[in-house]
């Protein structure tokens, strides 16, 4: 996002922070804020009119309230309220900032039950398995599969396996993928509760295993270099031969065999 949406999306996190602190209940109005993002999406007309910055605010949130009065609660509809008061650079930016602070909720309701370390596992793991699984991906990504088996197949896989927070978020990027792949979705989630936290999400690939120690210690280096904590999602790569090679964000820290006898072949064949 940019200009007046990054400021609109700003505040409505903060109102979002303040929503919370008083004791909203997280889960329902990470639930509710994605049911107002699917309206968003699928009503491109609605859309332009609650992001148009020529229309009054009194009369978008009017609308906002006479539309949702009856289906959400009081917190949510406060939420989608400020956030139909904003500036928006794009009508796209509205429902893209209203899923943001669905995923942030969600993440809450993890913060809260002290499963934020599983929800990061779990959304990674998930995503690796999905990317290893082409059957999988493509039985939950088919939009002509109707949700009830969709709901079946994850029920059958993950319930009681992962926490409410997980297979919410793991839901909703399988049902409402937004023009996104599965992955994408979950990665960008991933990134949402990672951001949460204040800390950077490196994938790191390595031949084998990292010991705890190990871990440790890298995740420590990393910290200091990038002056955030960084969680370690750790990927088993047969394709690494010795070393290991680090991606936070765009950024790849590549110490592998293989990718220096690539360099050597590519000077080989110059």
């Known amino acids: 996002m940019r200009g007046a949406s990054r400021a609109s999306l700003a505040e409505s ?17 990470g639930d509710e804020l994605f049911s107002v993002a699917g309206l968003l999406d699928g009503e491109p007309g609605l859309r332009r009119t609650l992001s148009d ?19 959400i609660s009081a917190a949510g509809l406060e939420q ?12 796209s930016d509205l429902a893209d900032a209203t899923e943001q602070l669905a995923v942030l909720a969600i993440a809450a309701e ?11 596992d779990e959304l990674f793991r998930f995503g690796r398995v999905v990317d290893a699984e082409p059957d999988l991906r493509i039985a939950l990504s088919n939009p002509y599969v109707t949700a009830e088996p969709k709901q079946q197949l994850l029920d059958t896989l993950l319930a009681g396996k992962i926490t409410q927070s997980s297979l919410r978020l793991i839901t909703q990027a399988a049902f409402h993928p937004r023009g996104r792949s599965l992955e994408a979705s979950l990665a960008e989630y991933a990134r ?3 951001e949460r936290r204040e800390r950077l999400v490196a994938e790191v690939h390595v031949a084998v295993d ?17 002056g955030h904590d960084v969680h370690l ?33 590519r000077r080989l064949a110059a």
């Open 13 to 29: 996190r903060d109102r979002l922070g303040a929503a919370l602190a008083d004791g909203a209940d997280a889960g329902q109005l």
């Open 53 to 71: 910055p020529s229309r009054d605010a009194g009369a978008k949130t009017g609308l906002v309230e006479a539309l949702l009065r009856e289906r």
């Open 80 to 91: 989608v309220t400020g956030l139909v008061s904003g500036h928006w650079s794009a009508p």
């Open 110 to 120: 993890a913060e809260n039950a002290g499963d934020m370390d599983e929800l990061e």
């Open 192 to 194: 949402l509760v990672a």
């Open 210 to 226: 990292l010991s705890g120690d190990l871990r440790s210690r890298l995740a420590a280096a990393l910290s200091a270099a990038y």
């Open 233 to 265: 999602n750790v990927v088993i790569d047969p394709q690494v031969v010795g070393g290991m090679s680090v991606q936070i964000g765009d950024e790849l820290i590549d110490g592998t065999m293989a990718s220096r006898l690539a360099e050597l072949r």
